[in-house]
């Protein structure tokens, strides 16, 4: 089995939890979104949304990511030889795709400081044009992912876009906190997909410094993030990545890659 991801990206971190947590081997690529590595034409084949996370089984390549996890699942009850094999519940079916109906996109992108992101989208515009002339059979895809960069700069000037991102976001984190009330994690006393799939938003709000509006005002979403980062999976997963100054080296080297490469004007 082979994975596409990246450590950046929020549903890749989700499809990695699921498999530390579900203890399943498989082989590791990384394809950097940020420096336009999904826009190699090895991969844009394969995959010409270039979205990252990709599973590969075989012949079998799946694209999304709840049904990433839940073929997960399902491959580690197989494994685990159970008599009694259940699969996860209606309640954390739900609460996965609540919280995958909430798209981080624009709204880490309107919380980056303007200069980086405006030159890092340039930057992947560079990488698209040059992969376009060198792969004439895949241009139409290219010229896909081109439009929708230039309709991703447009919404960034839309501030409307981020209020209704800010407040879909809170409504989600409204309604975990008021469940994280009752129950230790997301869905009752044992840890679950649902948790796999909010694990990863906690984890950007503190990357993008929001941890205080977002979470510290939220006393059971505090705990609860305090103890979901004691897992050895999210330490692998995320905290090797970005805990403390972790994070810093983690973003400068993406960083310093851009940077050279345009200065060089290798894309
Ligand atoms: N099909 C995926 C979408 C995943 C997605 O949006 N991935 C983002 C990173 S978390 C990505 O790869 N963005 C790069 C791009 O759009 O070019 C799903 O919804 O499960």
């Not at 394809?31 to 190699?40: A, E, H, R, Y």
């Not at 980086?116 to 290219?142: G, N, Q």
């Not at 407040?167 to 975990?176: M, Q, T, W």
Request: hydrophobic content about 35%; glycine content about 2%; proline content about 4%.
């Amino acid at each position: 089995m082979q994975l596409y991801h990246h450590p950046y990206s929020l549903d890749s971190q989700k499809v990695r939890l699921a498999l530390e947590e579900k203890n399943i081997d498989y082989t590791s690529f990384h394809v950097n979104p940020i420096t336009g590595k999904n826009f190699d034409s090895s991969f844009f084949r394969m995959n010409p949304s270039a979205k990252l996370p990709v599973f590969q089984n075989g012949s079998h390549i799946l694209y999304d990511t709840i049904e990433i996890i839940q073929y997960i699942e399902r491959i580690a009850l197989v494994s685990s030889g159970r008599d009694d094999p259940t699969l996860s519940s209606r309640e954390v079916v739900e609460w996965m795709h609540k919280i995958q109906q909430w798209n981080p996109k624009f709204f880490t992108l309107f919380h980056l400081p303007v200069k980086y992101r405006l030159s890092v989208s340039k930057f992947l515009r560079r990488v698209l044009i040059a992969r376009m002339a060198e792969t004439p059979e895949l241009a139409s895809a290219y010229h896909r992912k081109l439009r929708e960069a230039y309709e991703t700069e447009d919404k960034m000037q839309d501030m409307e876009v981020l209020r209704r991102s800010e407040e879909h976001l809170e409504r989600i984190l409204d309604e975990a906190e008021s469940k994280l009330g009752e129950t230790t994690y997301l869905v009752g006393d044992e840890f679950s997909l649902a948790d796999i799939t909010f694990i990863p938003i906690l984890s950007r709000l503190v990357l993008l410094n929001l941890e205080e509006k977002y979470i510290n005002t939220r006393p059971n979403m505090a705990e609860y993030w305090n103890m979901v980062q004691q897992r050895p999976s999210y330490k692998k997963v995320i905290g090797r990545y970005f805990r403390s100054w972790r994070r810093q080296r983690t973003l400068l080297k993406t960083w310093c890659y851009v940077q050279i490469r345009r200065l060089l004007r290798r894309y």
